[in-house]
């Protein structure tokens, strides 16, 4: 009898299904994926690094560079985490408004991962249905922030300014219509025999596993585990809302495209809740010596403008200590933690991001499976490489 | 508020000698051990029954250059039996190690490799402690306050000869 060789390939970093640059070498025996290694690196930006020679207020443009999908998640976990160093309040109105704005954005995180996860399994129409619904939002934030993809929208304290005339019927209206396209996507793949095959017990990770792995997010809800910081940790006034978290069951692929199915569901009901009971009053934070002034008053008034210069060319500084703060970002748990030597720049900002620990986890999920699933595990943990290069 | 958290008490019940200190700051609890037991504490904060920190938010290296000792490794863990957070703390110096906590969460394995490379710390039993992010070969551990943020080449794009 022959000697059994197993076969080595090399899969991406340029590959169109492994959602950036990644590269996976997978060791085969025949189909059967033996071992499986990722090495990762290759979007590496140092922004970590960066961080450490910028003042505060500048780091908020490095995290929309992150999970260029989740941006406004991304910024709403970094100035939580400054907020928390510094010991401020937020208004409550702009509390609100960033809730409304990282749902949105989990929408739209959302729907990009379920285009491009069906577009790998091979189902093209799901693309073209999920970027039209997320180009309304994009142009929401467009109107709201004046960016589509980096929006830059909040500030430590607040938000940059206050929402534009009309945005709100224009959301009612995104919102009203959408749980009608969420049916939509499910008439196309819920119950889609092709789709059913492809994901059904394939890619499975158990609770336990899950769990030590840290693995975060949709693909842990996906194993059973009822763990969301938004219910956990209640950040930025989502106590005040009523949401359920999904959980699946046996944690497959299919599992976690339920769970983001839901997810979507529920972020539309949170939205139209912010909608209902948005308070009025002041979107940033009183304290002179950490929020930006408004602009009419740095145009008009000798002292705000003073302020605005201090503030953005020296920036200001916390007492030394160090905070951990994390969000529910649509991938799952991305936390920053903050150590301050009392300057005015951070002395460490360690973002710890939740594709990185998922994408940790994909051996675990591939090894034994076939070489065709990998490309729908890897669609179903929902990696961004941006995000886990840094 | 300390002294009631259960974590410190039972650690400090367990382990009298190695806890060297206990702050909190903004309701964060950290226990600073010494180097040498940290997998016995981190093994016993994943065990006890009553703790179960079965999760490892995250772990992460600091560079206190020039203060000594330089180094320290930081972990988050967090117990969903709890809903609590805690932060363990050990300090090291340039040229020790420090003991893997890789067999107790698989998650560490990649956190440590990040650590490895961007610091430079080494972690002892690591089964396989590579550079992640950078490319085999790379000389330096950018995260190193002595590391600079710009290089010799920085604003000078490369142009090969045609």
């Keep these: 009898m022959a000697e059994t060789r197993f076969m080595t390939i090399n899969m991406g970093p340029q590959h169109p299904a492994t959602h950036g640059v990644l590269r996976v070498v997978l060791e085969l025996d025949g189909e059967v994926i033996v071992k499986a290694v990722p090495h990762i690196g290759h979007l590496h930006r140092g922004i970590e690094k960066l961080a450490e020679s910028k003042t505060y207020h500048q780091v908020i443009p490095l995290t929309d560079r992150m999970d260029y999908t989740n941006a406004m998640g991304n910024n709403l976990g970094y100035v939580l985490a400054v907020e928390k160093l510094l010991g401020i309040e937020v208004p409550k109105r702009a509390q609100y408004i960033r809730v409304m704005m990282a749902e949105l954005q989990r929408i739209a995180a959302h729907l990009i991962w379920l285009g491009t996860h069906a577009l790998d399994i091979g189902a093209m129409t799901m693309l073209l249905y999920n970027f039209r619904e997320r180009e309304e939002v994009l142009r929401i934030f467009e109107e709201v922030a004046g960016g589509r993809l980096t929006p830059t929208y909040f500030r430590i304290g607040g938000l940059s300014k206050d929402l534009p005339n009309g945005i709100e019927t224009k959301i009612k209206a995104f919102i009203d219509n959408f749980p009608s396209r969420i049916k939509e996507y499910e008439t196309l793949l819920t119950k889609n025999v092709i789709w059913l095959k492809r994901t059904k017990e394939v890619g499975i990770i158990s609770k336990e596993d899950a769990i030590n792995w840290g693995v975060s997010g949709p693909t842990l809800r996906g194993s059973g585990v009822k763990y969301d910081v938004r219910k956990n940790f209640p950040y930025s006034s989502y106590e005040d809302f009523d949401f359920d978290i999904p959980v699946g069951t046996i944690g497959d692929v299919y599992d976690r495209y339920i769970v983001r199915l839901r997810e979507m569901e529920w972020s539309t009901a949170i939205v139209r809740q912010v909608l ?110 941006g995000e886990i290069d840094r | 508020m300390v002294e009631t958290h259960l974590s410190v008490k039972k650690l400090q019940e367990r382990f009298p000698t190695s806890i060297r200190e206990v702050s909190t700051f903004r309701n964060e609890v950290t226990i600073e051990v010494a180097k040498k037991d940290v997998f016995q504490v981190c093994q016993f904060l994943f065990s006890d029954p009553e703790l179960e920190y079965q999760y490892l938010t995250d772990l992460c290296g600091l560079d206190f250059y020039p203060k000594t000792p330089r180094f320290a490794v930081v972990y988050h863990l967090y117990s969903f039996k709890r809903n609590d957070r805690l932060r363990v703390k050990a300090r090291l110096e340039e040229d020790e190690s420090i003991p893997s906590v890789e067999s107790i969460w698989k998650v560490a394995n990649w956190f440590e490799r990040e650590a490895y490379d961007l610091f430079g710390i080494s972690f002892e039993n690591h089964p396989d402690l590579r550079r992640l992010l950078l490319w085999e070969g790379y000389e330096g551990h950018p995260l190193r306050k002595d590391y600079p943020v710009e290089g010799p080449d920085f604003d000078k794009p490369f142009r090969p000869e045609v």
């Excluded at chain 1, 003073?306 to 916390?318: M, Q, S």
């Excluded at chain 1, 030394?320 to 720049?345: C, M, Q, T, W």
């Excluded at chain 1, 998922?358 to 890897?378: F, H, R, S």
């Design chain 1, 276 to 385: 209902e009971r948005l308070p009025k009053g002041p979107i940033i934070s009183d304290n002179p010596w950490v929020a930006l002034p408004p602009k009419e008053m740095v145009l008009q008034d000798i002292a705000s403008l003073i302020r605005h210069f201090k503030i953005v060319a020296e920036g200001f500084r916390p007492p030394v200590g160090e905070v951990f703060s994390s969000v529910e970002a649509s991938k799952g748990e991305l936390a920053f933690y903050i150590v301050s030597d009392g300057s005015n720049r951070p002395l460490r900002l360690r973002i710890r991001t939740p594709s990185f620990c998922n994408l940790n986890a994909l051996p675990k999920m591939i090894e034994g499976g076939l070489i065709a699933d990998v490309i729908a595990v890897i669609g179903s943990i929902d990696i961004v490489l």
